[in-house]
């Protein structure tokens, strides 16, 4: 399927913009990053501890904005058409499970209880993994960002008759019901979010979104303010077709 | 003292790698574009080359694709060191004969010194 062709000409224009503006800010957020961390290495010299902190301060802004310019990137990808789509057969267990390992350390210190049903006899399902992963990512990360301290997280992956569906269900702070139709639209952030909590790029949701849309699966969720969230996808067993992907634009 | 020969055309990427490289122990000579970058290979003879792939006038590209028709290059070390993130991209740059590829926002300069240190001893 060749997303390039559905989409409406101006549409398609604005991410091309994004994607050559994202570019461009990649060149300096990398030399801050470099430089904050030639500055913390205390190679230069040992900093006091205002200026540390500072340093500190400059470096997660950084972090921060590097991380959104990445999102936007991918999602640039995606929405031009430019991704590549190289579906392979993929044992959807395992891949969640290395997702989990990068996690491992979050989960701790959060104290938090993974609860794993991971179907057995899943069929091996043919889709790019490097598009699922980063699904997962996103879905995993919110249910640890958004959990309170020694909350659950539970995570489905079966076969239900002929598509593939996987939820992960956090016990966290939930969504308001008057939100609940904003939840997938890009810079949504729920308003029971506290201030000064941890934020994100407001696009995480929306990238998993398009990378089940691209996929022909499903997405949805549950969700009940105070108690908790589960976000769901579906993928047709049959897995998703291929596409040859672009060299980046900037080129 | 072993040589790095740094091909980028961003001046303060340049100068964070001069810093950080030349404090680890290496010998430095900096290239603003790949047509710099052929003439200071013959000159500088380095161990390792750190080449970045979008930059103006002859590109990282084009230059890989010259110094692996160089007979006395074709094992040379070459750490492609890009914020082209594409998949196409990786793959064209490995094909051209890179050693290895990373996503310059992706790592901190510390990666980058192991990982020139994992490619010296192979």
New interface residues.
């Given amino acids: 399927m060749n997303s390039k062709a559905k989409k409406p000409k101006t549409e398609r224009m604005e991410w091309e913009f994004i994607s050559l503006a994202s570019?461009q800010m990649?060149?300096?957020?990398?030399?801050v990053?470099?430089?904050t961390?030639?500055l913390l290495?205390g190679?230069?010299g040992k900093l006091n501890t205002e200026q540390r902190d500072f340093v500190e301060m400059i470096s997660s802004s950084n972090a921060r904005m590097?991380h959104l310019?990445?999102v936007l990137?991918k999602l640039s990808?995606i929405e031009t058409g430019?991704v590549?789509i190289?579906p392979r057969p993929t044992d959807l267990s395992k891949l969640f499970q290395d997702v989990i390992f990068e996690f491992e350390n979050q989960i701790k210190m959060k104290k938090l209880k993974l609860k794993l049903k991971l179907s057995q006899d899943l069929p091996k399902i043919k889709i790019d993994s490097?598009l699922f992963h980063e699904a997962y990512v996103n879905l995993i990360s919110n249910s640890i960002k958004f959990n309170r301290i020694g909350g659950k997280i539970e995570v489905v992956i079966t076969r239900k008759g002929n598509e593939v569906f996987s939820s992960v269900t956090d016990a966290g702070c939930g969504i308001p019901r008057a939100e609940q139709h904003k939840v997938f639209q890009r810079f949504f952030r729920a308003k029971n979010v506290g201030a000064g909590s941890e934020e994100g790029s407001g696009l995480g949701l929306y990238l998993v979104k398009r990378i089940i849309d691209i996929a022909g699966g499903r997405i949805g969720f549950e969700s009940q303010e105070g108690k908790g969230s589960t976000f769901w996808f579906t993928l047709p067993i049959s897995g998703q077709k291929p596409k040859k992907?672009?060299?980046?634009l900037?080129? | 003292m072993k040589k790095v020969l740094i091909v980028e055309d961003d001046k303060f990427i340049a100068s964070a790698y001069k810093t950080k490289l030349r404090k680890v122990g290496y010998e430095i000579k900096l290239a603003y574009d790949g047509e710099e970058g052929l003439v200071a290979l013959e000159k500088f003879k380095p161990d390792i080359i750190i080449l970045d792939l979008v930059m103006p006038n002859k590109d990282g590209f084009q230059m890989l694709k010259e110094l692996r028709g160089i007979p006395k290059w074709q094992k040379l070390p070459v750490l492609a060191v890009s914020n082209l993130g594409q998949r196409e991209d990786i793959e064209q740059a490995l094909r051209l004969g890179a050693t290895d590829y990373i996503v310059k926002t992706d790592v901190s300069l510390a990666d980058i010194v192991n990982k020139i240190e994992s490619l010296l001893q192979k």
């Fill in positions: 570019h990649r060149t300096p957020l990398s030399a990053k470099w430089f961390e030639i290495s190679d230069l590097i310019i990445d990137l990808r430019r590549t190289d490097t992907g672009e060299v980046s900037v080129r």
